[in-house]
């Protein structure tokens, strides 16, 4: 078995991707198990309410009429939330991860942790939302360059425990010269689980295909209605982007505090305070 990763690191773009994914393969049991745990009734949730906004699509089209009706708006709520809980639980769980000396946590434990930040958490990913908008609506780049700040900011919240003022100033603090660096590394991430996504999505609408061709039925909206459940069913494989961005955060981290080797020196200096308790045969 492979040595277990040691979050608390500086580290280059390309280190940071490759650590990403030895975390997860070290540890996509405990976390998958984390996560549908936590997440696993908006996911459900999330793709029955898919289902019913998509029938109607397709209903409301036909009829040549608005499809933006209160459906389509808690299908787009639910995603949210969703991605912002399965961000939260991922982040939570490395946390703890780190908290316990590179020990996966139990599901209580990572819920303890969700609890205790979501509502901070989502509350504050719908005021950084509504910042990055209004910056895409004064000028589309802003809005870019906003982006990627935002999901280190709500990292730092859970990373550092501080409230949304004192993470917006961190998150510019550690950011600085840093952001096309952690721009490609979420993009980097991003493409390969969406295209881990499309193979999954793929096979699934080949079949549907064959079984309409099979059995003679002629119903262009089958197909589109699987892809799109099949999407939101594989939403818990952005858990990758999320443990890479938690990979940088501590990269950054310690470019700017060197907090792993204050840290190193700390337990040294336990150690030596343990080795000069007299023990039993110095009597």
């Known amino acids: 078995m492979s040595q277990k990763i040691k979050l608390a690191q500086s580290r280059t773009q390309g280190e940071v991707v490759d650590d990403s994914v030895i975390f997860l393969k070290q540890n996509i049991f405990p976390l998958l198990k984390s996560y549908f745990s936590i997440c696993g009734i908006f996911w459900v949730a999330g793709i029955i309410i898919s289902i019913l906004s998509k029938t109607q699509t397709f209903e409301l089209q036909q009829q040549e009429e608005s499809i933006y009706t209160v459906t389509y708006f ?41 609890k205790y930040y979501f509502l901070k958490v989502f509350g504050s990913a719908i005021v950084l939302t509504l910042f990055t908008a209004l910056g895409a609506f004064m000028c589309f780049i802003p809005g870019i360059y906003l982006l990627p700040v935002n999901l280190l900011i709500i990292t730092v919240m859970v990373m550092e425990n501080e409230s949304l003022s004192n993470a917006f100033r961190r998150g510019f603090q550690l950011i600085k010269n840093e952001w096309w660096n952690l721009m490609g590394v979420l993009l980097v991430t991003s493409i390969v689980t969406i295209s881990c996504m499309a193979l999954l999505v793929i096979p699934v609408v080949l079949v549907v295909v064959a079984l309409l061709y099979l059995t003679n039925v002629n119903h262009s909206n089958t197909v589109s209605m699987a892809a799109t459940v099949t999407y939101h069913a594989l939403q818990f494989l952005f858990v990758f982007p999320a443990i890479s961005l938690a990979l940088f955060y501590f990269n950054l981290n310690e470019k700017l505090d060197d907090n792993g080797l204050m840290q190193r020196i700390a337990a040294l200096g336990t150690k030596q305070e343990s080795n000069d308790e007299p023990t039993t045969e110095d009597y």
């Open 74 to 114: 808690v299908t787009l709520l639910f995603s949210y939330i969703n991605f912002t809980l399965g961000m939260l639980t991922s982040l939570s769980y490395i946390k703890f991860y780190l908290d316990k000396g590179n020990q996966p946590p139990t599901v209580q434990e990572v819920w303890d942790y969700v």
